[in-house]
């Protein structure tokens, strides 16, 4: 058994693996990105990302697919070396006529675009999940509210001290700051607050950690990033709407060729249905990069 001739193939075998993990992916975020469109003042989509960010199940995937992203660079940076360097310096006398596919030759350079586009990417959203960047965020006037009346009722108990009563005035005089600004309230808050019944239901959103700390006390635990608002925000900045969409344009052809690619590296390329593999690599990679890119559009649009 040569090792020399097995490694490459387990290489391009992983690569095309993660790969296909990768785009099973993509639909289930493009579709989560389309709820940003809905008209519901975000809802939708903050239910959706707080059952992202709380589930166990869907952060065992996350990590899964950190993993696979990783994987799936590094193998890509490591195959085209090892391929580059397999050629040498001597070049065939008569030209090469395979039928390569054009887009093969550029895939480390389309997946080189993603891959930076990706940093940034994790910069606006996934490391303000982590902490490492402050970004904007959200919490339930339910969890608000009970935090209130527990440190109401503390001070009536007469067991809080100076400091802490001092401190509770200063949070509740930042929280009614925060309550005054209807840019803070969603859509569901907003209605509750103008029923002749007003009950606490609905998010506090757009904070900063500044005004989540100074309204809510460093011990308060109950809110997450407004991934939402976060969104809105960086879609309403034309260039990076047009970067967004030039990278979506670019991850097109990366697609086209990729969705064929991994029907070759398992062995199920065959003359018979090569033509009907094509097709679904095309549809695919029109698919996903106009519903990601009618995201932004719509935002910008006002939509």
Known sequence: MNLQKIMPITQKMCLAACGAFLLIFLPFHAGMNLCILRDDGGEWYRN???????????????VVLLVCVLLHILLAIFVTLQNYLSRGTQRYKIPNKSHTHFMSKYMIWTGGIMACFLVLHFMNFYFVK???????????IERVDTAFKQKALLIQSGKASEEQ?????????MLNQISSDTTKMDRKLKLSML??????NGYLVNLSKTEVTQAFGTDFKYYEPDFYTMAKDLFANKVYSIIYLFVFF???FHLFH?????FQTFGL????YNTLVEVISLCYAIVIPIAFGIV??????GL
């Open 165 to 173: 009563k001092n401190t509770f005035v200063k949070q509740y005089q």
């Open 258 to 262: 990729a969705v064929s690619s991994i």
């Open 250 to 252: 670019v991850l097109a």
């Open 130 to 140: 982590l902490g490492f960047v402050q970004g904007k965020y959200c919490t339930k």
């Open 48 to 62: 959706v990302c707080h059952f992202m960010g709380t589930n166990y199940i869907v952060k065992v995937f996350e």
């Open 195 to 200: 029923s002749d019944n007003p009950t606490p």
């Open 269 to 272: 390329s065959h003359p018979k």
């Open 296 to 301: 932004p559009l719509g935002v910008l649009l």
